[in-house]
């Protein structure tokens, strides 16, 4: 099981699609005591994985205290992180306090491209001075790009050039209109290019040893098995099953992307939010709605409950752009 934290709302970019619309500290975000608290109540509920995100987690001063308690607690910890406030110095406190991999965002080869969807100009420099930072202090990286109509054309060029900077994964995200993203929901991906992205991902973990990930688009699954691929993973969309994300100022929720607050770790411990909110509950029965309640393979892939959410008002709908289900 895996756990987000957005450990801080404070941002030195304004990307165009972030979900937690972040730039300033909130004046509520949880303190270092109460941190210390969630990381011990998560590692209790028996989560294993533990990412540090934001906002930018880097901005938080008591980061490297916060991941020392995860590692303390026997938790994994990940970083979440643009990239770009990662010098030589911070890549080596960061693997001492005992973070795992660091996930830096780079969302084109293009660096113009990327620095306007980062609105800051040197944004993608420095994102890729941070991957180097990392390779040469020793801290395993990956890469996370955000995928949309105009980028899509180039997420294999972008493995590769991750395969040629040493890092260990490539994480694809399918963009959700969630937060500052709703303003640029004409991007997103509709079922055709989904799928074709999807096939075109499969196809290329082929070809590298890196790891490829889809995420928010757990139709992936139904393709692999289609394909006759054996991946790693169990399920496409863990929403309220095996995941789930605490805000800055402590609300959990099911994902991300599904800003639906079940529960506040500081009125309710996290493992009572985590075993008896009603939301969690239902999101465990998987009986979806629509065309995903019907689906042969809905209890792998479970269609993107944010994206149903989003289009339909009930996080149990149907996925709105799975091509499998409109040919059906």
């Known amino acids: 099981m895996l756990v987000s934290w957005n450990v801080t709302n404070s941002c030195n970019l304004y990307c165009k699609h972030c979900y937690r619309d972040a730039h300033r500290a909130a004046a509520n975000e949880l303190t270092t005591p109460e941190g210390i608290n969630l990381i011990n109540e998560i590692a209790h509920a028996g989560f294993r994985i533990m990412i540090f995100s934001g906002g930018e987690p880097l901005m938080r001063p008591d980061i490297y205290d916060l991941i020392s308690q995860a590692k303390k607690q026997g938790l994994r910890p990940v970083l979440g992180t643009n990239g770009t406030l990662i010098d030589g110095q911070t890549a080596q406190n960061l693997k001492k306090a005992g973070v795992q991999v660091a996930g830096i965002s780079l969302d084109s080869l293009n660096i113009a491209l990327h620095d306007d ?41 972008i493995t590769d050039f991750a ?8 994480h694809i995200f399918f963009l959700v209109p969630i937060g500052r993203a709703v303003s640029i929901e004409e991007t997103t991906l509709r079922s055709t290019q989904y799928e074709d992205l999807l096939r075109r991902i499969l196809k290329k973990q082929q070809e590298v040893s890196l790891e490829l990930k889809p995420t928010c688009a757990p139709q992936f699954m139904r393709l692999a098995k289609q394909m006759g691929l054996n991946l790693r993973f169990q399920k496409g969309c863990l929403a309220g099953i095996s995941y789930c994300l605490v805000n800055p100022w402590g609300d959990v929720q099911p994902c991300a992307y599904l800003d639906l607050a079940v529960g506040n ?53 149907e996925e709105p752009w799975c091509l499998y289900r409109s040919q059906r």
């Open 265 to 317: 770790v500081l009125k309710t411990p996290f493992n009572l939010i985590w075993q008896d909110s009603p939301v969690l509950q239902r999101l465990r029965t998987q009986d979806y709605q629509g065309g995903c309640g019907k689906c042969a393979y809905r209890k792998i892939c479970g269609g993107c409950r944010a994206r149903a959410y989003f289009y339909h008002g009930d996080y149990m709908a």
């Open 117 to 157: 969807f980062r609105a800051v100009p040197g944004s993608w420099q420095a994102a890729v001075n941070g991957m180097r930072a990392c390779l040469k202090e020793g801290l395993s990286f990956q890469i996370h790009t955000t995928v949309m109509d105009w980028n899509s054309h180039e997420i294999e060029d």
């Open 163 to 170: 395969l040629k900077m040493g890092a260990v994964a490539h």
